[in-house]
Each structure stands twice: as C-alpha cells, then as structure tokens.
C-alpha cells in the first residue's frame, strides 16, 4: 500500500497561482501512473492531470496552458502547478496513484477555492 498526502490548497483571487503537493508514504519509483482529479460542490470527482513513471503527461481541456503535473520520485511527491487559476477552478483536489501490483490510491484532498 501507499498513503497519499495532499497538501498546498488555499484561497487564492482569479488570476493566482497555487502549487499542490502530494506526498508518498514509500517509493514512487514503480507507480504506473499518478493523477490529480478535484470535485466541486455538487458535481462529480473529475480528472484534471496525469503524469505516467515514464514522464507522459496529459491535461484535461480546460487546464491545458495553465496546469503543469510533474513528479520527483527521488523525494516521491507529486505537484500540481497551478496558474492562473478561474472560479470554475474551485474544488477539492485529490492526489491519485495506481501501481500494476497493488492498485489504486487515494489521498483525501485539498481544499482549492479561487474567489475575489
């Protein structure tokens, strides 16, 4: 198994910047792959980023330009680099790992709200 800790949400006003952290209980190193899903009040959990162990990365629409996923699996943590953030941005962020041999994970989230 692998606990996942979320870390970095906040207030922040339209237009700001927020980095989120999520930090591993052991290695990283054979974790297929990570994500980063958020839910909003009243809607579903849905997939913002996903970064593979080779380093492929993929952006759901309305992030592209703005998000940046990236993992050190030297210091296991993941980031999520958010800029230029929108009201529409808010929600709860969850860090997420599946590795082949044991399968999925969850962390239990960080609070993001962008409001003036």
């Known amino acids: 198994q692998v606990q996942l800790v979320e870390s970095g949400g906040g207030l922040v006003q339209p237009g700001g910047s927020l980095r989120l952290s999520c930090a591993a209980s052991?290695?990283?190193?054979?974790?297929?792959?990570m994500y980063w899903y958020r839910q909003a009040p009243g809607k579903e959990r849905e997939l913002v980023a996903s970064i593979t162990s080779g380093g492929s990365t993929n952006y759901r629409d309305s992030v592209k330009g703005r998000f940046t996923i990236s993992r050190d699996n030297i210091n296991n943590t993941m980031f999520l680099q958010m800029n230029s953030l929108k009201p529409e941005d808010t929600g709860v962020y969850y860090c997420s790992a599946y590795e082949a041999l044991t399968g999925s994970f969850w962390g239990r989230g960080t609070q993001v709200t962008v409001s003036s």
């Open positions: 052991r290695s990283i190193f054979r974790i297929n792959a």
